[in-house]
């Protein structure tokens, strides 16, 4: 009998245990969507101990949020994103341009209104994913980049565009690009980056 009232205590508490673990789970999944995110870049370097002029690049990627409260969120991005800078002085480099491409990863704090404009901050890393080329150096950039975004939009919240939505996003690199020595280039200047995306978040139903 007192085996039976034992395997009956076990049993009871360990399906407690599975609903409260569910119902953890379920709370933090009905909090968190997903959704897909593109859009345009223009890029430079900050900081640069030669000339430099604003390149066109681009962003894709995916979008992870999720909601603290009915106005705050977290969101994250990842986002395949190229970047760098035109090159004004030719004796420099071997090209023109120098391209860098990135795995970008903001987390950022959103604040959005009642009509769907919203405002965003926090910090972003960045990891290299190719390095540029015809610049005379065998590692030109640092495999990590971080700094500071800043960003405002509008999302569509109901209607048959729910989900839908705009934004901009300025990018503020905090540490240097680059990754080699020469005595005639600095290497300590920075990424900036300009950003307009178009983007769709997944909607539940509820």
């Not at 800043?150 to 905090?174: D, H, I, N, S, T």
């Amino acid at each position: 009998m007192k085996k039976f009232v034992l395997f009956v205590f076990v049993l009871i508490s360990a399906k407690a245990f599975s609903q409260e673990k569910k119902g953890f789970i379920g709370n933090i999944m009905s909090r968190t969507s997903f959704g897909l995110k593109a859009g345009g870049n223009y890029s430079n370097f900050t900081n640069a101990g030669f000339e430099t002029e604003g390149l066109a690049g681009f962003h894709v990627g995916g979008i992870i949020n999720f909601k603290l409260s009915d106005r705050f969120s977290i969101q994250e991005d990842i986002l395949y994103s190229t970047q760098g800078a035109k090159i004004k002085d030719k004796t420099l480099f071997s090209g023109d341009e120098i391209k860098l491409s990135y795995m970008s990863i903001p987390i950022l704090l959103r604040y959005q209104t009642s009509l769907g404009v919203y405002v965003e901050a926090g910090p972003q890393a960045n990891m290299l994913i190719t390095d540029a080329k015809n610049t005379g150096f065998e590692k030109f950039a640092d495999k990590i980049d971080a700094g500071a975004a800043f960003g405002l939009g509008f999302q569509f919240k109901e209607g048959p565009v729910q989900g839908l939505g705009f934004g901009v996003r300025y990018y503020m690199g905090l540490t240097d690009v680059g990754q080699f020595n020469s005595s005639s280039i600095k290497s300590d200047f920075r990424n900036n980056v300009a950003q307009a995306s178009i983007f769709y978040v997944f909607t539940k139903k509820k």
